[in-house]
DNA sequence: GCAAGGTC
């Protein structure tokens, strides 16, 4: 599909580019010949692929890094002689990594490693090969990826691109798609260029922005968490998470709970003997066992009453045993640990040696089909000169090679075998070696062939059957000692011949268990499941060991540490299934679309981030279960966490979904000075949405308890107060709804989260109306306001006490209003608002307030729009606890004072809004 | 001190 597509565009391409690389150049430079540079994923690639274009006739050059060479050579490129510049990167050139101060684990809570900016860079140890890069591009004019054919390719294609174009930005790229790197699909690469595929660069970039986020969040809060909470235990413990470690840790755990749990059954059944001198043929009964000991011992008593066996059938038939398919890295991991006994870590290592060393064949591959193009006979040729299998390769040449072809490959490289012949190699290595050697000769050579023999016969109704083997042709046995077949002698047996068992018993026995998981195991699974590529399965496997999730009993199987157990156990226990297989599912599915261009990465990044940092604020909301499970299996009494201040996210509870982006939650936090606090979307930046409380807060924790108005589990917020900054009769401290419901609290707080919030495209806080005292806040003012005299008069001589003239304006205590300026340095600063008359130290000073003009504010001044709102006078005081509600609603008592033009209370005639 | 993916 891919290469169809880019085949399509091919020649609308080349004419784009080509003019464009004309207009691009003076006339000088495009009479001057073209310079292009190559460039492959590896040292290796480029230097084979440069062999097989400048057919040997190359100038290699050292480049800044000693392991990334240069290879210089003419060639024809779009019609034109060329200048070739062919040179390799290592892989990834670029990495993302958290920026500048956030790298440090103490510089923000593990939740914002979800939005913080990261940054794709060049590791110190590649910036040799971005240097080569650099210099090289700047006088070519046109660059050609040659990197492997795969996603992760296609990513490094494209850092290679970002870095090119830096300092050559007019550079024209295209991109050689290769199966694998032999002269005729090297020629075709570069006579069918195509352009480089973004899509599928964007998936893999989407995964790695993942993995970064969510393993450092998560492996941040834990350890940071539980080391604290198990300070004996784990004080000096990196407690990882990612993506593949905690899947591989599922595994042996599942493993070892399914053997712990097992319940073993008793079984019985009937076994049948017949000696002739040393030989013991065993029949076995066709039921195979029963676990119902009286029904079998019915059974068992019948064929004692008629002991007497008849032949039924005799057949002979051809057995097979197949040769093995080419050696893939995963086949390589999996033969060496269960018959080398070298660990799938160590085999990597070394097979990198051998490569490295020009004894094999690039040992991470996912092939086993020999392509066409590889001469498999010059290969044997090599190998024939060994005194253990020289005579079994001559063999092979002698039959020719005949390989039993497997059904994957990786499109890039060839299944491993040898490309050159040694015999001075020690030890592990040797073992390695010959191991790739027997395997390469035995897949080129023949099944082992055999001859079955089925013996059924009956007893008194019962029926059992034996089998013999002879073997006819040992064939790729010869040289391969790692699989076992061997001959199983019978007696010769007719059809319709009686015999009389030399023995004939009821046996018991009972179900076991399986057994724990081998590396081998392991592995499998993971690859059965997509955990990690066959390039990683062993570095995971790795890692759970050095982080004491799992150890190793005999050397061989697979257990649990108590580490791995408890975490395991813990997130089970939340219902987060974060060590189960599948919980990457939807993001397979997802990368895949993005590859195929029918969804954005910025999409899937978005809907990742938040699916996961939902888990990550449930986590530390019920992380106690943690805890739980760790300290039954490290037999340690949990220490109760104290949070520093550091993290102050470090337990982090939802209040409600936030109603901008309706994706993640709004939660609590505190303000970067540590001074007050907001609410704000866990989805920030990507949702700006955020509620700034005043400074008269100056403590506020999200409750366990939910708002019993409000439907959807708003979680309440308690409160703590400047002493006396709220209204006389407003208590300290309080637990209260922000949702709307609670109006009067709203309006205090001038906040309200069931809305938008007027800052909600802006990542700075509003600057606020505040006033001279918060006490100005009155959250009755709209509302129901007794006014018992019509008649204001003057009453002070403040400068801040004006005539009202007609607009009749009364505070609750039934007074006329005072009008009064704002002459604090706030945006506000002039503008005039009614209060209470009474002094402010008046224990029964009233908090009303009312703006005096009902011109706009300034965007950035605006209260939130509940403070203006009119309520028509309803009684909001459902949320307040029961001390305050009684104040509260005393505060009521009185008549309404309604505006004289729309009839409605709690505004005058002048602050109508149908004025 | 974090992940997983390339590679040396």
């Excluded at 199987?557 to 297989?581: A, Q, R, T, W």
């Excluded at 403070?867 to 009521?892: E, I, L, T």
Aim: charged share 20%; proline share 5%; with cysteine.
């Amino acid at each position: 599909m891919f290469l169809k597509r880019n085949q399509i565009n091919l020649s609308v391409l080349f004419k784009n580019v080509y003019q464009i690389h004309l207009c691009g150049f003076s006339n000088k430079e495009v009479n001057s010949r073209m310079r292009v540079l190559n460039v492959a994923e590896k040292n290796d690639a480029a230097k084979n692929i440069a062999g097989h274009l400048s057919g040997g006739n190359l100038q290699r050059r050292e480049g800044f890094s000693k392991f990334n060479k240069i290879y210089e050579f003419n060639h024809t490129f779009q019609g034109s002689p060329s200048t070739m510049i062919m040179t390799s990167v290592s892989g990834h050139l670029l990495g993302y990594e958290f920026q500048g101060s956030y790298r440090s684990w103490t510089s923000c809570s593990p939740l914002e490693l979800f939005h913080i900016p990261v940054v794709k860079e060049c590791p110190k140890d590649f910036l040799n090969i971005k240097k080569t890069l650099i210099r090289e591009v700047r006088s070519c004019n046109a660059l050609v990826i040659w990197t492997d054919a795969d996603r992760e390719g296609e990513n490094i294609g494209f850092e290679i691109i970002d870095v090119c174009k830096e300092v050559n930005p007019r550079i024209q790229v295209y991109r050689a798609t290769l199966s694998e790197i032999t002269k005729p699909s090297v020629q075709r690469a570069i006579s069918s260029l195509g352009p480089p595929n973004k899509n599928i660069s964007d998936a893999v970039d989407v995964r790695s922005e993942l993995d970064l986020r969510i393993g450092a969040a998560f492996t941040r809060y834990q350890t940071m968490r539980l080391q604290k909470v198990f300070p004996e235990v784990l004080a000096k413990s990196l407690i990882s998470y990612g993506s593949c470690q905690f899947p591989t840790l599922g595994f042996v755990v599942e493993r070892y709970k399914d053997i712990q749990n097992f319940i073993p059954e008793n079984f019985w059944k009937i076994k049948v003997h017949h000696k002739i001198e040393n030989l013991d043929v065993e029949f076995s009964w066709q039921r195979v066992r029963l676990f119902d000991e009286v029904l079998c011992n019915v059974l068992y008593e019948r064929c004692q009453e008629n002991p007497t066996a008849l032949v039924l059938k005799v057949t002979k038939k051809p057995k097979t045993k197949w040769r093995p398919v080419p050696l893939d890295t995963i086949e390589l991991e999996k033969a060496a640990s269960r018959k080398l006994g070298i660990n799938a870590k160590e085999t990597m290592k070394i097979a990198e040696k051998l490569y490295s060393q020009g004894f094999i064949s690039y040992p991470r591959t996912e092939t086993n089909i020999f392509p066409k193009e590889l001469n498999l006979s010059n290969l044997v040729q090599l190998q024939v000169q060994d005194n253990n299998w020289g005579d079994f390769a001559q063999n092979v040449l002698n039959n020719g090679p005949s390989p039993r072809q497997g059904k994957k490959s990786d499109q890039a490289h060839p299944p491993i075998h040898p490309t050159k012949y040694t015999h001075g190699l020690q030890d592990r290595e040797r073992k390695v070696y010959e191991y790739v050697v027997r395997h390469f000769l035995a897949c080129l050579s023949k099944d082992a062939e055999g001859e079955e023999t089925i013996v059924n016969i009956e007893i008194n109704g019962e029926k059992f059957l034996a089998n013999g083997l002879r073997i006819i042709a040992l064939n790729y046995l010869e040289v391969y000692p790692y699989d076992k077949w061997s001959n199983k002698q019978i007696h010769n047996y007719n059809q319709g011949q009686s015999f009389m068992p030399t023995r004939l018993e009821m046996i018991d026995g009972q179900t076991s268990p399986p057994n724990l998981l081998t590396e081998a195991d392991l592995i499998s699974l993971m690859d059965k499941h997509g955990i990690g590529t066959d390039a990683t399965h062993a570095e995971h496997i790795e890692t759970i060991k050095s982080r004491l999730y799992v150890g190793l009993e005999n050397n061989k199987y697979f257990v649990p540490g108590e580490l791995g157990i408890g975490l395991v156990e813990g997130y089970d226990n939340m219902g987060f299934e974060m060590s189960k297989p599948h919980l990457r599912a939807e993001l397979e599915a997802d990368l895949k679309k993005i590859c195929e261009g029918t969804k954005s990465p910025l999409v899937v990044l978005r809907e990742q981030i938040a699916k996961y940092k939902e888990v990550f604020i449930k986590t530390t909301e019920q992380v106690e279960k943690l805890d739980q499970s760790l300290g039954k299996y490290l037999r340690a009494q949990p220490v109760a966490f104290q949070n520093n201040g550091q993290h102050e996210s470090m337990t982090v509870k939802n209040i409600r979904k936030c109603p901008v982006c309706k994706l993640t939650n709004l939660v609590l936090k505190k303000k970067q000075n540590n001074q007050g606090f907001f609410v704000s979307c866990s989805g920030f930046p990507t949702c700006r949405n955020s509620y700034w409380l005043p400074p008269s807060v100056i403590e506020a924790t999200v409750s366990d308890n939910v708002c019993s108005q409000c439907s959807g589990g708003i979680k309440l917020i308690k409160f703590q107060f400047t002493a006396r900054s709220m209204r006389p009769h407003y208590p300290d401290t309080y637990e209260g709804c922000i949702n709307g419901c609670d109006s009067t609290l709203c309006e205090i707080l001038q906040v309200n989260i069931s809305r938008p919030s007027s800052s909600s495209s802006s990542t700075q806080p509003s600057n606020r109306n505040i006033v001279t005292t918060n006490q100005n806040r009155g959250p009755n003012r709209d509302n129901n306001v007794p006014c018992p005299t019509n008649n204001l008069s003057r009453t002070g001589s403040s400068q801040n006490i004006q005539h009202l003239n007609n607009d009749q304006v009364c505070c609750q205590c039934g007074n006329a209003a005072k009008l009064l300026t704002v002459t604090r340095e706030t945006a506000n600063k002039g503008r005039q608002f009614y209060g209470c008359s009474k002094p402010i130290s008046a224990t029964d000073r009233c908090t009303f307030f009312l703006w005096a003009d009902d011109q706009p504010m300034p965007a950035a001044g605006r209260p939130n729009t509940q403070f203006n709102n009119r309520n028509n006078g309803q009684n909001n005081y459902g949320q307040m606890n029961n001390s305050y509600r009684a104040r509260a609603v005393n505060n009521q008592s009185g008549g309404q004072r309604k505006c004289g033009l729309c009839k409605q209370p709690g505004h005058t005639r002048r602050n109508c809004p149908q004025n």
